[in-house]
């Protein structure tokens, strides 16, 4: 496999892992959300990235994700009230 062959088929496996970690019922809420696009957007920008540190050349998008949940504050507090439901149970803390 040629240079430029495997740098498609590692982008493409990475596209199939971020799409399958999209796909878990645990980020539903904030996909389908105010802020669901620029959740996508950021999520997907911060696993590609390949800069250093990790994820600062998706500053711009995160900014704009972290201002989408101030202005829909609405979206966190649903988020802390299904975190509580998943208490751990009492030996595990």
Known sequence: MSC???????????DRRIEQALECPCV???????????FVTTFTCYHKSRAEPKGC???TVSLAFAE????HPEVLDDLHKADEGLALPSAAR
């Open 4 to 14: 430029g062959a495997v740098e498609w088929h590692e982008e493409e496996q990475l």
């Open 28 to 38: 539903d809420d904030l996909k389908s959300g105010p802020c669901g696009e620029l």
């Open 57 to 59: 050349d998706c500053l």
């Open 68 to 71: 989408c949940l101030r202005r």
